[in-house]
């Protein structure tokens, strides 16, 4: 029997409550891509005018040379022999969410966009200050002169991944990153067009605005992205090991990884590379490469970020290349403090400063955080960097180099450096959180 509703007998705001749950009857439960045109707790209209708005939503934007890494339970710590006796990375089981990273190494060209951009824009020692360090590869016995000269900005080595670069210059980077490709979102959304709203200094100086890259388009817009920043050392070692690969009927694994890849050998028993190395890494005393005629890792120095096969994630060269900058502080406890549920070991969190003599290291007064005090302490004049603090921390890095033997190449191996400091062997690569979802 139909029943019928005498519009007389209900208020206006009554209702519109019931249209909506008539509405809502028929299309199934609101959800993030679908929420229907009416709030479901109030009953008002969702995008009325001066009323709530609620953008469309279909999932999570892709970022720029980004993987996805399904999250899930996994074993971390170090699965090699513990030849340095250090115990800092001890198995333990932990979940990690979901999250991205990027495929490869950042690359020489993506850093030379970087200072091309910020040079447009920051006063010069902001600039000079976020340079790659090119004399990490001065040897004052070896003639490394061409490195020194070319690696950097010879169009040669445009795919190499940058080295000299330090933990907090990879920091700087990664937030000029987020600012840039949301940028790019937004306006390509038609959120951002400089020329139709007349912004005449923006239209006229779009390299300058990149290259500060200011402006922030809110979140809730649904079409930017969250931060790009360095993975965790948690993430870094899951998407490593790619146990995706190992997976066998329903949560069982066939076996763990000591490398990225199958097996405990270093090199591919299969097809037309059989016997051919899998990463680039130093062979042994004074063996980068091999021999001519027949050079096997075909690299003496870090090589082409989309050399050698990627791993089950799609991920180049987390083995080997060159070793990658993480979020984390270096504690040898980290193991036996950080949470079980995505882990990571943040600054000043359980440790006195006095008590690791070894990760800090201060420099004059370490209470000073203003320009005045920056200035008058440190000596350096131009911007104060709030990103570049006077104490400087142990930062964790992993994965082995093009110079380190095989041994460093295990995910659960573990390293560390002072934040400020730059090799030759060290690189980084980009990490973001997966936002909206429950694993």
């Not at 209702?15 to 959800?31: E, I, W």
């Not at 953008?55 to 170090?78: A, C, H, W, Y």
């Not at 200011?214 to 930017?224: D, H, T």
Request: aromatic share 14%; net charge negative; glycine share 10%.
């Amino acid at each position: 029997m139909k029943r019928f509703v005498n519009a007389a007998m209900y208020p206006t705001s009554v209702l519109s409550v019931l249209v909506f749950l008539a509405s809502c009857g028929g299309g199934g439960n609101p959800t993030s891509s679908n929420p229907g045109s009416a709030s479901n707790a109030t009953g008002l209209e969702f995008n009325e005018e001066g009323g709530f708005q609620v953008n469309d939503f279909s999932g999570q934007p892709e970022g720029p040379n980004l993987v996805f890494i399904e999250g899930g339970r996994t074993v971390m710590g170090t699965f090699e022999e513990d030849v340095t006796h250090a115990h800092d990375n001890v198995e333990r089981t932990v979940t990690v969410a979901s999250f991205y990273m990027d495929e490869t190494e950042v690359s020489n060209i993506n850093w030379l966009e970087y200072e091309f951009y910020i040079k447009q824009d920051s006063d010069e020692y902001f600039w000079r200050n976020n340079l790659p360090d090119t004399t990490v590869w001065t040897r004052d016995l070896a003639f490394n002169d061409p490195y020194v000269d070319h690696y950097y900005r010879y169009p040669g080595f445009r795919y190499f991944p940058v080295v000299g670069v330090n933990w907090r210059q990879a920091v700087n980077y990664c937030k000029w990153r987020t600012s840039v490709v949301n940028l790019k979102l937004a306006e390509d959304a038609g959120l951002l067009d400089p020329l139709a709203s007349g912004d005449a200094e923006f239209a006229g100086a779009e390299a300058t605005a990149i290259g500060n890259a200011s402006q922030r388009i809110p979140l809730e817009s649904g079409v930017v992205l969250p931060d790009y920043r360095l993975p965790t050392e948690a993430e870094w070692e899951y998407a490593a090991q790619a146990l995706i690969g190992t997976q066998w009927l329903d949560e069982n694994q066939t076996h763990r990884r000591l490398y990225p890849w199958d097996g405990h050998a270093l090199r591919n028993p299969y097809g037309k590379s059989m016997g051919y190395f899998l990463a680039n890494f130093k062979r042994g005393r004074g063996d980068y490469a091999g021999i001519a005629g027949k050079l096997n890792d075909g690299a003496m120095i870090p090589t082409y970020v989309y050399d050698y096969p990627p791993n089950d994630f799609g991920l180049y060269n987390m083995a080997g290349n060159v070793n990658e900058w993480v979020q984390d502080v270096y504690r040898p406890l980290t193991f036996q403090d950080v949470a079980d549920m995505n882990p990571v070991r943040r600054d000043g969190k359980l440790d006195p400063r006095d008590t690791y003599d070894a990760g800090w290291t201060f420099i004059g007064n370490e209470d000073f955080y203003t320009e005045e005090d920056w200035v008058e302490t440190s000596g350096l004049q131009g911007s104060y960097n709030v990103d570049t603090p006077p104490v400087k921390r142990m930062r964790v890095y992993k994965g082995g180099s093009w110079a380190d033997v095989a041994y460093w190449m295990s995910p659960g191996t573990r390293r560390a450096l002072f934040e400020d400091s730059a090799t030759a062997t060290i690189g980084f690569r980009c990490a973001m959180i997966r936002a909206g979802t429950n694993y």
